[in-house]
Structures are given as structure tokens and as C-alpha cells.
């Protein structure tokens, strides 16, 4: 008798520490004897590892067509490297439910037919963008050389410069296999970084399926503002989050319909920082995982410096004495800054000065509170422990983003703010869906999630309805130096042949011969 109290006490003891492991933001590993014969119903799943494959395979396929070989290979080799060492950090696998993998799938797939990936569902106006990336990408040999003047923008021949990882795999299938090759690889690279991003939503809040049902509908209450500001609920506009026509914070939709090349990398760089402060993770992969979204949103990047900062404060030590740290990542970081920098107009910046009227002042205060001050509010009781830090810190970030204005849309408020919203939808959904809150407070938390859902909801209506499954005609996809009617936008696309990345560390001397974009 006391052998048999004493294994069920420790049965017990294992069940709890793997139930607080869990509550803490991390899976806890399963015992041996578990691992030795699977358990009915969870598949094991890689998650850290093919979440860093997701966004350094990109990287690697730049490195061999952009590169010098001997400057493409020192960087694969270090990028080899340092996967064998993170293999012992993110590579372990986790045990997931079969019922979270198949409605994750179900969802990521669903999510993407209405996104007009590929052709595939209802295109918004930011596709004729994305499809003549493509179309250079798998039309031209690397690295891409453009022909054709742009009103504004010096020279007629132009180098494509762009955060390009989005691209590059369906770009490899279609120089391969063709352009409808191209696009189905498109779609199927684009269901393969959403299934990543629900897994890592459900490891992050542990609810189940629904966890990943709330991220899809997740998004400020615009449809409040919209009312407020126009008196108008039923009719609202293709872009119902420009409502104060200064900034914009978009749904989780919103990023997946319109920039699914910046969204992607910076949901799962930033999910991987989160789950390895909240897991006490070691801090040697945090640089790397920080470094992987700069091939797909740099603007990203800049707002996931606050994450990363409490990822480093927390184990200062480890990140220091990882070799990663001071080879791969500076090598990685300085080829791409230099790539970026070639381009030929720059970015324009600015902060606004002490002359800020009282309507900005008011419209400020109001977006605050309807696009994420109301859903900080009511999570603040859930957020305890680890939980404080991160609830403190995306409200400072979501708060200052705002003040710094950068590209030609503001693209930086809405691009550098995909790090907090993702942060911030994770501790709403883990308010609603976990104990925390007190009943009443989870009632109105669930009021004001549904109504923001009213947002999302109005994009993935409209895709419905005008959906297509359509791959478009090679000859039909615009030039890059035509993909868009205001030239400023396109001159964001052209780079200079003769800069410094172009003439050190390209593997073929600008000058060369090359095939131009064939225009519609």
C-alpha cells in the first residue's frame, strides 16, 4: 500500500508540473515511457524548428541567387551551423492533439482561400503588387534587373529590392515547373506559414481550436469608431480601419489579405520570442529568431525590439556566449541592410514636432482606446506573472508607435505594430478562453471581441462573395514598373545596380546582360 500512494503521489505530482508548465505559455515534454510508445491522438511536431526553416529557407535561396558563390556559401555554412545548435533549443518536439491539428489545418486552408493567394479566392488591390514580384522573380534571372523609366526615379535600368522571402520559393517552383507552378507553390508556401502560426497561437494560449477562431477574428472595435465618426454601422468601407485617416492598426484578416509577405515572418519570429520568455528558454536563439523576420517586414522588426529586449533581460548571459550572436546574425543583418539600402529612393521618416493640434490630440486619445486600450483593460487581472511584463510592455509599444511617421502610407505605424497586435491578441484570447477574469469582466471582454470581429468579419464576407479560383495569365500580371498608378509606390520597389551591394556582393556585375520584365 504505501509503494502503490506512493506512485499515484508521484503520478500526481508529474501531472501537475505538466499542467504548470502548460499554464506558464510552454508544452511541458512528455515522460520517456510516453515518448517510447506515442500516445493515441497527439502527432509530435517540430514547431521552433520549422518555424526557423519557414524564415531563414528564404535567406538561404537569396544567399545563391543574389550572392557571390563564395559569400553565399560562408553564409549557408554558418546558417547550417547554427540550426545543428538550435536544434537542442527549438528543434525538441512537442506532443499535439490530432483534434488541434486537423481544425488548425481546416482553418489555415480556409483562412487562405479567402486571402486571393495565388489567384485562389477573392484579390485585393495590393495582388497586382504581389503578382508582379512573382512574375519578375520567376520571369528574370536573379538577381532581378528592370527596364523601363519611372516618372521621378533616376536611370532605366533597376534592380528589385524588396524583403523578398515571401517570394522566393514559389518564385524556385516557377523557375522550375512553370508559372501556375509558381502560384500553387504560392498558396501552398502561404497555408504552411497561417498552420504554423495557429499551432504556435494554440501553444501559446492552450485552449484548443477556438484559440485560433478568436486570432483569425481578432482586430480593433473600428467598426465603433466607423460609427461614431460617420453614423453608418451596415455599409462600411474596404478599408474600415483607415477611419481616423492618420493611422491604422489591422486585424489579423486585414495583414493575411493584404500582406501576407509581412505578416507571416513576423508572427512567427514573434511567437517564438514570446514562447521562449514566458518558457524561461534559453536566450541563445533570441537574436536569430529576432533576425528571421527581416527577409519579410523590417519595419516588423523594428517593432519587435521591445519583445526582444525582455526575451535578452531575462537570461543575459546566454545570448552573450552564443557564438550565433556575433557571427551569424551580424552577417545575416549586414547583407540584408546593405541589400535594403540600395534602394534608390529612401524611406522618408519623421516624428511630429510640438505642434500637434487638438484634433490630432483627441483622434489620438480615441484610437488609443478603441484599438487596443479597451481589450488591455480588460485582461489586466489575467495578466499576472510572466504575463505583466508582456501586458506592460505591448501597451507602451502599441502607445508610441504612432508617433513616428515612415513611408508613403504611414506604413510604418501599420507594419511595426504586427508584433504587439499578435502579443496582444494572444493575452485577449487567453483571457476569454482561460480562468483569470471574474465572470462578469470575461462577459464584456467577449462583447467587445465580438464586436471587433465585425471588422475581420467584413473582409472574409466580402472575399466570399467574390470569390474565384483563378490563376491569372502570365501575360495579364503587370511589370513591376507598372504594378501600381502612383509612381512613388513603385520607385519603393527599384533599387540602384550601381550600389554598394550591387557591385561588392552580387554574384554578377550589374552591367551584365539581363532579361527584362515582360510588360502586359
Sequence with gaps: MPIQAARSSLGSSRTVVRRGCRDAGALAPDEPEDRARGERGRYP??????????????????????????LAAALTALLVGTAWRLCREVGARDEVSRRVVIWSLVLAIGWTLCAGVGGIGHQSSDWTKHEAVLKA??????????????????????????????????????????????????????????????????????AGPWAAVVFIFAGGLDVVACLLLHGNLFELPEHVEWWSGIWLYPSNSNLLFWVPHQALGAWLATAMLLDGYLSSRSSQTAFLEFTGAAFHSPFAVVGMVP???????????????????????????????????????????????????GRVVVLYLLFVGIEFGAFLLMCRPAANGEWKAVWLVVGATLAVIPFVRAGLFNDFVMRASIPALFTLW?????????????????????????????????????????????????????????????????????GDPDAFFFKVLARRAPGGEHVPVAGP
Aim: aromatic share 10%.
Design 137 to 206: 522573380l520567376v520571369a528574370n534571372e536573379w538577381p532581378v534587373m528592370i527596364d523601363g523609366e519611372v516618372e521621378g526615379v533616376s536611370g532605366r535600368r533597376h534592380a528589385l529590392v524588396l524583403y523578398l522571402g515571401y517570394y522566393l520559393p514559389a518564385a524556385t517552383v516557377g523557375k522550375a515547373l512553370g508559372w501556375q507552378a509558381a502560384n500553387f507553390a504560392l498558396f501552398g508556401w502561404t497555408a504552411g506559414g497561417v498552420l504554423l502560426v495557429l499551432l504556435w497561437v494554440e501553444r501559446l494560449i492552450a
Design 426 to 494: 494572444i493575452l485577449v484570447a487567453r483571457s476569454l478562453l482561460r480562468p483569470g477574469l471574474t465572470l462578469a469582466r470575461r462577459r464584456a471582454l467577449a462583447c467587445l471581441v465580438t464586436l471587433a470581429a465585425l471588422g475581420p468579419g467584413n473582409e472574409i464576407v466580402r472575399s466570399i462573395a467574390d470569390w474565384q479560383g483563378c490563376v491569372p495569365e502570365l501575360n495579364g500580371v503587370a511589370a513591376v514598373v507598372a504594378c501600381h498608378p502612383n509612381r512613388h509606390v513603385v520607385a519603393q520597389y527599384l
Design 45 to 70: 511536431l517540430a514547431l521552433g524548428a520549422a518555424s526557423l526553416l519557414y524564415l531563414y529557407v528564404p535567406l538561404v535561396i537569396f544567399a545563391w541567387g543574389w550572392l557571390k558563390p563564395g
Design 307 to 357: 519583445l526582444l529586449a525582455l526575451r535578452l533581460a531575462r537570461q543575459p548571459r546566454d545570448w552573450l556566449t552564443a557564438w550565433p550572436t556575433w557571427t551569424t546574425v551580424p552577417t545575416a543583418g549586414a547583407i540584408l541592410a546593405a541589400f535594403y539600402h540600395s534602394l534608390r529612393t529612401p524611406i522618408p521618416w519623421a516624428v511630429p514636432g510640438v505642434g500637434i493640434s
